[in-house]
């Protein structure tokens, strides 16, 4: 990111009119969020909208709280003020780098993480459950031994660890560097001694005798025209963490077929597919194979499937396309 930054900071600032009459935050937040809304700048990854995006971008690069207080907007920018928010909007607004890149800095489950572009920005629908969903499944178990794979940023495995204090989590990831950023969020919640990282595919760093009550991941599970398709925004994050073949299952798949061996009698698998995915799991698979877990909105994105399902369930060969079907 600092040679990305590094590349561009000498460039003019083109959207900016010509002796602009911009002095205080209500002003540059104004022409932010104006800015913001006319390029048509994909916010789902940030603040969801142009004015609270610019809200976020304007108080962290002016080192002020987000959210930005009110109190605060009829304040007057010095000149060197002025030039750091006009960057931070010109990156944000021409190069299209994420909000949280910007500010190196996203938000999960409450929580302040790390971020850059090692990693992806958190967002996963599992932070909708944990309040109420996955102590149905998490806190009954007798040793409370979970696994997280693909853990990235390491967002999901902190937040298991503070839901639930007594449990032993393994995190692993098939990249190191998202493992760095990982371990350093891990430290940032001091959680060091609660979470043990491991560096692999899947479950290529799981000694075979290893045992979970619980695995959760948000694997990567973007199909190939997803990926050709998708916004400037996310061409930022790792491809590594987002590709995964011509239906977004190819990864879904393998753990579908490879978790049961590492999951206790009682143990529960749970997945976010996301809603084009879930489409194409519910046209495939018979009613009643995997479970959707409710949402606060339409639509679900994450399945669960305990054990006894996973071993006697042939997946690659019901979740083939129909056309290989046919071949």
């Known amino acids: 990111m600092q040679h990305f930054f590094s590349e561009i ?9 010509k002796d602009h009459p911009f002095k205080t935050v209500r002003d540059w937040l104004r022409f932010g969020a104006s800015r913001l809304g006319e390029g048509e700048v994909d916010c789902s990854s940030g603040q969801q909208n142009p004015m609270e995006e610019a809200r976020f971008l304007i108080a962290k690069a002016l080192h002020l709280p987000h959210p930005l207080p009110d109190e605060l907007l009829d304040a007057a920018l010095l000149p060197e003020e002025g ?11 021409e190069d299209r780098v994420p909000a949280a890149y910007l500010a190196k800095e996203a938000w999960f489950d409450g929580l302040s993480f790390y971020v850059d572009e090692r990693v ?45 204090p007594e449990a032993e989590i393994v995190a692993t990831d098939i990249s190191a560097d998202a493992l760095a950023v990982a371990a350093h969020n891990i430290q ?8 043990e990282l491991r560096l692999g595919d899947l479950f290529e760093p799981i000694a075979e005798h290893e045992r979970f009550d619980l695995i959760v991941s948000n694997p990567p599970y973007v199909s190939d025209a ?11 994050e790792p ?11 190819e990864v879904v798949i393998r753990l579908l077929e490879q ?14 597919v996301g809603f084009d ?3 194409i799991l519910e046209n495939r698979l018979p009613e009643g194979t995997i479970d959707w877990l409710p949402m606060p909105f339409e639509g679900s994105g994450v399945f669960a499937v305990d054990r006894s399902r996973l071993n006697g369930t042939a997946w690659r060969d019901l979740l083939a396309a129909p056309e290989d079907l046919m071949a």
């Open 277 to 279: 995915a879930q489409s």
């Open 120 to 164: 992806l920005i958190p967002r996963s629908l599992f932070e909708n459950l944990f309040s109420e969903v996955l102590p149905e499944f998490a806190l009954p178990l007798a040793t409370r031994r979970i696994l997280e794979i693909g853990t990235g940023s390491g967002a999901i495995a902190v937040a298991l660890a503070l839901h639930y």
């Open 188 to 195: 940032l919640h001091d959680q060091e001694g609660h979470i």
């Open 83 to 93: 030039k750091r928010v006009a960057d931070w909007l010109r990156w944000r607004i």
């Open 259 to 272: 978790s049961a061996h590492h999951l206790n009698d009682c143990g529960y698998l749970m997945v976010e």
């Open 9 to 17: 900071a000498e460039r003019p600032v083109s959207f900016l009119p």
């Open 226 to 236: 997803e990926m050709a398709d998708r916004p400037p925004e996310y061409r930022h």
């Open 239 to 249: 491809d590594l963490a987002l590709a995964a073949g011509e239906d977004g299952l």
